[in-house]
């Protein structure tokens, strides 16, 4: 059976960095690709597909995380990393990981989820 386990989220003041763990089991994990969603705190918002990386290591962010989020994936560990850098407040949600075999499905089409890792981003 799948199991997403997302950790490392926090309080952070604007400015500051976190680096997100998401630990992937019961898939192959070195195959898929993956990526990073996100989940804001406003009523009705919708999960984001934020970063992705293909098994072959090939990188996508989205345009309003650029330059400040990094994906990484270690095989070995069957485990996803996503170092977010000069945090924002805007940056504040749940965030979750999730995989999928050429690319990141869209959320529609995803049927394991984790807990998410929930960031907050305040003085």
């Known amino acids: 059976q799948v199991h997403l386990e997302e950790s490392g989220g926090g309080l952070v003041q604007p400015g500051g960095s976190l680096k997100l763990s998401c630990v992937i089991s019961?898939?192959?994990?070195?195959?898929?690709?993956m990526g990073w969603f996100r989940q804001g705190p406003r009523k009705y918002a919708e999960r984001e597909l934020v970063?992705?990386?293909?098994?072959?290591?090939?990188?996508n962010y989205a345009t309003s995380v650029q330059d400040r989020f990094i994906i990484s994936r270690d095989n070995a560990k069957n485990t996803l990393y996503l170092q977010i850098d000069n945090l924002k407040p805007g940056d504040t949600a749940v965030y979750y990981c999730?995989?999928?075999?050429?690319?990141?499905?869209?959320?529609?089409?995803?049927?394991?989820w984790g807990q998410g890792a929930l960031v907050v981003v305040s003085t």
């Open positions: 970063a992705a990386i293909t098994s072959g290591y090939r990188t």
């Open positions: 019961g898939i192959r994990f070195s195959d898929y690709a």
């Open positions: 999730n995989y999928g075999l050429t690319h990141v499905p869209p959320v529609e089409d995803l049927t394991y």
